[in-house]
């Protein structure tokens, strides 16, 4: 009597597994649309915000001159005098982690903003390079400088073009195969 009932149980589990099956191939063609939906929000969300002049409160410059503008407003001018002071590469490295972060953080560089998609019509597209551009073209401003945006830009540039090829060649390959190709006969 034991066997009968372990055998109708086992019946009714595949019976339920098979009822809620999914034909082949459509586990993965739902997954791929509800990516791709994912990515059109996304990409929605993106062009709605590099349109607004405010983000969370904040607004965001629309390009360097602007940009310029906010951190004078938003920076007293003994501030302004010791970061004038301050070496270029003082000023790049030393306030990085600190205006940097604020800059990235709070005009928008991660999720996209005007001043963000401003930049990478100019060729910049990592926020921390987008931050240290800022710091060192206002710093240039502060000091009466050529401010040498393209200069700028092919530095930052060949720096990631370089990090990519020693990440590239630092790289291990984690699988190899080596497939024979049929030999064609001819007729």
Not at 65 to 90: G, V, W
Not at 163 to 172: D, N
Request: charged residues 30%; glycine residues 6%; hydrophobic residues 35%.
């Amino acid at each position: 009597m034991m066997w009968k009932e372990t055998l109708l149980s086992i019946c009714l589990i595949i019976c339920f597994q098979l009822s809620y099956a999914q034909p082949p191939g459509t586990v993965g063609a739902k997954l791929k649309a509800e990516a791709e939906a994912e990515k059109s929000a996304l990409e929605q969300d993106y062009e709605t915000r590099v349109r607004q002049e405010v983000l969370y409160g904040v607004y965001i410059p629309k390009d360097l001159a602007e940009s310029f503008s906010e951190l004078n407003k938003r920076t007293d001018a003994d501030s302004r005098k010791k970061f004038t002071a301050m070496s270029e590469e003082d000023a790049r490295h030393k306030l990085h982690f600190s205006l940097g972060r604020w800059i990235i953080h709070n005009w928008g560089f991660y999720g996209g903003s005007r001043l963000s998609k401003y930049l990478n019509d100019v060729g910049i597209f990592d926020p921390d390079d987008m931050a240290r551009f800022i710091i060192i073209t206002y710093h240039r401003e502060l000091n009466g400088k050529p401010l040498g945006v393209k200069e700028l830009v092919e530095g930052f540039q060949e720096v990631r073009k370089a990090e990519k090829e020693q990440r590239l060649k630092e790289g291990k390959v984690i699988h190899q195969e080596t497939r024979k190709r049929p030999v064609k006969e001819n007729n």
